[in-house]
């Protein structure tokens, strides 16, 4: 499987519409519920995007934008008019139609159209890549997106059996093509093994630890793999990656054993032995090393915190 595949493979959405928003100026979209990704798509018109506490970016029609929790953030059309608390400044929400205001005003541009979804992200391994994202981010849409964001804008509204699985899945499908080609773009700063991915040494070497992280790899045989010296392999992995492999190695394991201790099915000894280690104590001290916390200290935080996010109720 391809490593960027691996990664993402576990971000889905469920329920991700909010609806389709129809805004009309002066108007101002605040998000606070500390989605850890949200995918915003202007289907028509154009508005500005305002992290907490960072610099607005133009978000227009064709573009989108993903903006990274927990913090909250703002869609706006004048992002001035945040820093003026005698603005008048409204909150608009979520809503399938919503009408002009009435009354006397300025002559009213054409309305925006927002579309939104959600991604609370709780596992590791797509953390691994994402935690790299700035707070906010905008691309133009590649030409294989177009006909997908079409293809969405028609289906919203729509009733046929089984309408919200396939929006889920069209924005699954919008935001992995958003993070595709943002890191394919020269502003990006993906963390160094995603550059080293593309590398003719180091490269196969990730990619065999990825496709079995439980083989007991040896640099040796890692550089065999990609057809050049151990010292070969390790001098240009660690150039490239900040690590050795064995190092990189660990790391991964541990980032996939994190995942597998927040499910109740496996013992520590079974996600050991998943990961690579043949008993637990060895695996135990790895975890510590790296995690700061032993595998049960950690699969109890975790239990803990599904358990509160469970007893959220949604706002009112």
């Given at each position: 499987m391809d490593v960027f595949d691996e990664l993402l493979q576990g971000v889905r959405g469920r329920g991700a519409v909010f609806g389709r928003s129809v805004l009309w100026p002066p108007w101002s979209l605040r998000f606070t519920d500390g989605a850890y990704?949200?995918?915003?798509?202007?289907?028509?018109?154009?508005?500005?995007i305002v992290p907490e506490g960072g610099e607005p970016l133009r978000?227009?029609?064709?573009?989108?934008?993903?903006?990274?929790?927990?913090?909250?953030?703002?869609?706006?059309?004048?992002?001035?008019?945040?820093?003026?608390?005698?603005?008048?400044?409204?909150?608009?929400?979520w809503q399938d139609e919503a009408p002009p205001p009435?009354?006397?005003?300025?002559?009213?541009?054409?309305?925006?159209?927002?579309?939104?979804?959600?991604?609370?992200?709780?596992?590791?391994?797509?953390?691994?890549?994402?935690?790299?994202?700035?707070?906010?981010?905008?691309?133009?849409?590649?030409?294989?997106?177009?006909?997908?964001?079409?293809?969405?804008?028609?289906?919203?509204?729509?009733?046929?059996?089984g309408h919200q699985i396939v929006l889920d899945r069209l924005l699954d499908w919008m935001l992995v093509c958003t993070l595709r080609d943002w890191f394919d773009r020269p502003e990006a700063e993906p963390p160094r093994w995603y550059g080293a991915l593309g590398d003719p040494v180091a490269g196969p070497a990730i990619k065999a630890m990825h496709d079995d992280p439980a083989h007991p790899w040896t640099t040796a045989e890692l550089a065999a793999r990609a057809g050049v010296s151990r010292?070969?392999?390790?001098?240009?992995?660690?150039?490239?990656?900040?690590?050795?492999?064995?190092?990189?190695?660990?790391?991964?394991?541990?980032?996939?054993?994190?995942?597998?201790?927040?499910?109740?099915?496996?013992?520590?000894?079974?996600?050991?032995r998943r990961v690579g280690y043949a008993d637990a104590f060895g695996f135990s001290a790895a975890f510590k090393r790296l995690r700061g916390e032993s595998p049960t200290a950690y699969r109890r935080a975790a239990t803990a915190t599904r358990g509160e996010s469970g007893r959220k109720t949604p706002a009112g």
């Open positions: 990704l949200t995918l915003c798509l202007p289907m028509r018109g154009a508005g500005w978000l227009s029609s064709g573009e989108a934008a993903i903006v990274r929790g927990p913090a909250p953030f703002t869609f706006t059309d004048d992002p001035a008019r945040l820093d003026d608390p005698t603005a008048g400044v409204r909150e608009v929400h009435s009354g006397p005003g300025p002559e009213l541009a054409g309305p925006t159209v927002l579309l939104a979804a959600a991604y609370d992200v709780r596992a590791e391994v797509p953390r691994r890549l994402l935690q790299a994202l700035p707070p906010a981010l905008v691309v133009p849409d590649e030409d294989d997106c177009g006909p997908l964001r079409d293809y969405l804008a028609a289906q919203i509204g729509g009733a046929r059996p010292t070969t392999l390790a001098k240009r992995f660690t150039e490239l990656v900040g690590d050795g492999p064995v190092a990189y190695l660990t790391e991964w394991r541990m980032t996939l054993a994190a995942d597998l201790l927040t499910g109740p099915d496996l013992t520590v000894a079974a996600v050991a």
